[in-house]
Nanobody, 121 residues
Framework: QVQLVESGGGLVQAGGSLRLSCTASRSIFSINNMGWYRQGPGRQRELVAHISTTGSTTYADSVKGRFTMSTDSAKMTVYLQMNSLKPEDTAVYYC???????????????WGQGTQVTVSS
């Protein structure tokens, strides 16, 4: 069974940085529409960053210029580099992607378990 495993969350001071990672728990055939989402206390889950199957990257207005999403094909890992963190960035961060386990199977959508990011003032 394929799972997306996240890591890198933690507690940082405002202005600090964190790098989140998300990797598949086993070998897969392909991965598309990779995204990072977050849900803060009392807030709805929102899209933070996304890389489409065409390679285009988009960011929420609230994180533009501060967050960078990237991938490492060899390690089958998706990253979210977060710089200049603000208290309002405090949330549980989730990775999401469409994964094809084998060439003869269709894509399925997977969510990571979430990792807590807390930014203190």
């Amino acid at each position: 069974q394929v799972q997306l495993v996240e890591s890198g969350g933690g507690l940082v001071q405002a202005g600090g940085s964190l790098r989140l990672s998300c990797t598949a728990s086993r070998s897969i055939f392909s991965i598309n529409n990779m995204g990072w989402y977050r849900q803060g206390p009392g807030r709805q889950r929102e899209l933070v960053a996304h890389i489409s199957t065409t390679g285009s990257t988009t960011y929420a207005d609230s994180v533009k210029g501060r967050f960078t999403m990237s991938t490492d094909s060899a390690k089958m890992t998706v990253y979210l580099q977060m710089n200049s963190l603000k208290p309002e960035d405090t949330a549980v961060y989730y990775c999401n992607a469409d994964v094809r386990r084998r060439w003869f199977e269709s894509e399925q959508n997977y969510w990571g378990q979430g990792t807590q990011v807390t930014v203190s003032s």
